[in-house]
């Protein structure tokens, strides 16, 4: 089970933590979902069809609170009526929860109020930062969090092609069948084909065990993978591909 699935199965089973910590392109959209499995009072959250799930959608849930990153939001002030609005309990859904965009922003006392809030505030309240750069937030809250990659749709079309190279390669494809693929890598740019061939070798070294001659096919890989920080065309990275392998 991937780790989405295990996610989707919790959220049906309303087992979800109470604290994530969300990252990725694609953040603000899981964030969205679990808030709504959080607010909703369907049988299989998120049902979409009950006024909690409606509601979020919408954007109106009174139980749902966005933390706007800008200004005001992000001084240890507002973290207090944060905190103080947490001990109020929900108004109809059965939690309360809190989207925090850029807590990574907050300083040492703000994140600090945050840390306790999910540490020793009431069990209804649920936290989401969502932060494109989660290594800024202090390692006790990261601590606290379960961490969810939601990738984007880029990131998710690049595992898929690095799937397929890895499957063109255990089986031994000939160029009849691995050049139109190599080819069709040219439209991609760099940062594609680099998750592509992490992908990839993260599947080849998964069978390195029982296939070790496939070691030296990811020798040939990894410079290829290198070259992908440096400006480099990708049509140039596919024609290296097609003659590494
Ligand atoms: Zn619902």
Redesign the pocket.
């Known amino acids: 089970m991937s780790r989405m699935e295990q996610l989707e199965n919790r959220m049906k089973h309303r087992q979800l933590s109470h604290a994530y910590l969300v990252v990725g392109e694609n953040r603000r959209n899981l964030a969205d979902t679990l808030a709504?499995a959080w607010v909703?009072?369907?049988e299989t959250?998120?049902?979409?069809?009950?006024s909690?799930?409606r509601k979020a959608a919408q954007g109106i849930h009174p139980d749902i609170t966005r933390w706007d990153p800008d200004g005001e939001g992000l001084k240890a002030e507002a973290v207090r009526t944060l905190r103080s609005d947490a001990f109020i309990r929900p108004n109809e859904a059965p939690k309360k929860v809190y989207i925090l965009e850029h807590g990574e922003l907050l300083n040492q006392t703000g994140q600090n109020i945050l840390l306790k809030l999910i540490e020793e505030g009431p069990a209804y309240a649920c936290f989401l930062f969502l932060s494109p750069n989660p290594e800024l937030l202090l390692p006790t809250v990261r601590s606290r969090c379960e961490t969810i990659r939601a990738e984007g749709e880029e990131t998710a079309a690049a595992s898929a092609d690095g799937e397929t190279l890895a499957g063109l390669i255990l089986k031994g494809a000939g160029p009849e069948e691995t050049l139109p693929f190599l080819i069709s890598l040219e439209k991609k740019d760099r940062e594609e084909i680099a998750l592509l061939l992490e992908e990839t070798v993260c599947r080849l070294t998964k069978v390195l065990p029982q296939r070790p001659e496939l070691l030296k096919v990811l020798d040939r890989l990894s410079p290829i993978r290198a070259a992908c920080e440096f400006n480099i065309s990708a049509g140039h990275l596919a024609g290296w591909l097609a003659s590494a392998l």
């Open positions: 709504a909703c009072t369907g959250p998120p049902c979409g069809q009950c909690g799930c």
